[in-house]
């Protein structure tokens, strides 16, 4: 305030003398004429800090200005910070303990903590610990043997007794090895889910979820996701499995199939996953959907019980081979990784009229047959320019408003904002007199069921990073013609050599993202698979 209205015509005691800012000494006095008591100063005169001249005065006012209770603590920090954080036992001191050097005496403090602790579960909380559920005696276990200590509660944080980020990280791995439920899901995931809840009762939850998610997909029956190509006369030694790309279809491999089936498959079992049910797959979130996913199809692919996987994911189902991957790796089993111009999203445009045109394009519809007769170039080049850099979602406003050399592109979505969703879809249907995007089921009910799935996915793909590092091999098949995408790179994804231990081996086809898995390009890809 003193910057703002000029460094002269004080009208306290400053107006008098050539004072400026007061001293700190000055301040001091002050505080004290004013009825505050001093309680200390910060820096200290013979901190090194002090020669800044900037100073912090704690003080009190009155004898009641700080009467702060256990529960008052508890309080406030349950309105900041998760259940989780909150510490259980809260203790008030004159003084922190301090060593000879004058630093605190963190040494001291643990003895201390330790036996108010020790002191508080042997008197009330030895009861909680008799009602620990099953899971929670296994992970309580686990905590006692790498921990060193006695007792644990279900409220426990394990940082607070006495676990560190190494530790914790040993914890996951006994944790996977000891708990049947856990066995199918990777060691990053669970480590990350585990960081979010550290407490011996929310690590039990954890588990307790895995059990829910994975009845619930256990209702579904396996022939609702799971397709057999094959059947070998006798148990296979090696399993060969394709993963569904966006729209949850397996007719992006029809070649690769056909190719495969025409040679010795009596060893080999050929399957391939699909979106399976429609209401389980839409009701999964799609923060966790490649991951949940991915469970399920380890799981299923580790009951054929053999030791070579060879899996094959395009586009978006590169990002399930790769999850699922890991957890075959992590289970003991061989895997053979290919993924097929599986490109991670640079962007998080959900736009539902952009998503319709791109659904069109990856059915192979003929667009410039509805109303969506766009030029893919010029959309991209206009979305550029909407966001001028910005990494966000694009309002429908933004679409309409296209001028200029743009101005057709507006045209056509202000045209498209007056049907509804389900007009638009039906106008995508009739660009075509016969259909065959699914076999018998190319219907306009299928093809509404179809782009519900495709955006589902979607939404995931965009949330989508690969985290921690594979340890496996994988064999990149690369479309050198350019993808047909529209979408501008506006969030920079993490590239798969980055995260890849093994060998990454790129394999460059001239075809684009749509015809590197039709009849031509497959019969390229096809000794990769081998």
């Not at 800090?49 to 009467?67: L, M, W």
């Not at 676990?163 to 439920?181: C, E, H, N, P, W």
């Not at 047959?369 to 991209?380: A, E, H, Q, W």
Request: with cysteine; aromatic share 10%.
């Amino acid at each position: 305030m003193e910057l703002k209205g000029g460094l002269d015509q004080f009208t306290d005691d400053r107006r008098d003398n050539d004072i400026i800012f007061n001293s700190k000494h000055s301040w001091e006095e002050k505080l004290k004429v004013s009825g505050f008591n001093v309680k200390f100063i910060l820096p200290s005169d013979e901190d090194t800090i002090a020669e800044n001249g900037q100073t912090i005065f704690f003080c009190t006012k009155g004898d009641n200005a700080f009467n702060i209770t256990e529960n008052y603590i508890k309080t406030f920090l349950k309105e900041r910070l998760p259940e989780y954080m909150i510490p259980r036992n809260i203790r008030f001191m004159e003084n922190i303990p301090l060593n000879v050097n004058n630093k605190i005496d963190r040494r001291l403090l643990l003895t201390m903590s330790q036996s108010i602790r020790e002191t508080k579960m042997t008197l009330t909380n030895l009861e909680e610990k008799e009602n620990l559920n099953q899971n929670e005696k296994i992970i309580s276990s686990i905590w006692k043997e790498i921990l060193g200590i006695e007792y644990v509660n279900k409220k426990d944080n394990f940082y607070s007794v006495g676990g560190d980020s190494l530790l914790i990280a040993q914890v996951v791995t006994k944790m996977r090895k000891s708990i049947k439920q856990l066995e199918n899901i990777s060691w990053d995931q669970l480590m990350r889910e585990v960081l979010e809840n550290p407490t011996l009762e929310g690590m039990s939850n954890i588990i307790s979820q895995k059990e829910h998610s994975i009845q619930k997909m256990q209702k579904t029956s396996m022939s609702k996701y799971i397709h057999k190509y094959n059947e070998t006369e006798n148990a296979p030694v090696k399993v060969i499995s394709f993963f569904h790309a966006g729209t949850g279809r397996l007719i992006d491999y029809k070649h690769m199939v056909e190719n495969l089936l025409d040679k010795d498959m009596s060893d080999t079992q050929l399957i391939g996953f699909t979106y399976g049910e429609y209401q389980q797959y839409m009701e999964t979130p799609v923060e966790s959907l490649v991951q949940d996913r991915a469970n399920l199809y380890a799981e299923t692919l580790l009951e054929f019980n053999v030791d070579r996987y060879t899996l094959v994911g395009y586009c978006v189902g590169g990002f399930l081979a790769l999850e699922t991957a890991k957890i075959l790796l992590e289970n003991g089993k061989k895997v053979k990784l290919i993924m097929i111009d599986s490109r991670l999203c640079q962007h998080t445009i959900s736009n539902q009229l952009l998503m319709e045109y791109a659904y069109g394009l990856s059915m192979e519809l003929d667009m410039d047959n509805t109303p969506y007769s766009i030029k893919p170039v010029m959309l991209k080049e206009a979305l550029e320019k909407i966001l001028n850099g910005e990494n966000r979602n694009i309002k429908n406003s933004e679409l309409t408003k296209l001028s200029d050399e743009y101005a057709e592109l507006g045209e056509v979505f202000t045209n498209l904002l007056d049907m509804t969703h389900e007009e638009r879809i039906k106008a995508l249907f009739n660009s075509k007199k016969q259909h065959n995007f699914n076999g018998e089921e190319s219907t306009i009910s299928m093809l509404n069921l179809l782009y519900d799935i495709y955006e589902h996915t979607f939404n995931a793909m965009m949330r989508y990073r690969p985290e921690g590092i594979y340890s496996g091999d994988i064999t990149y098949i690369n479309a050198t013609e350019g993808i047909v995408n529209f979408y501008p790179d506006t969030n920079v994804a993490t590239t798969w050599e980055d995260m890849v231990l093994g060998e990454f081996k790129i394999v460059n086809i001239y075809a684009n993202h749509a015809s590197i898995v039709g009849a031509e390009h497959s019969k390229e890809i096809l000794p990769y698979i081998e």
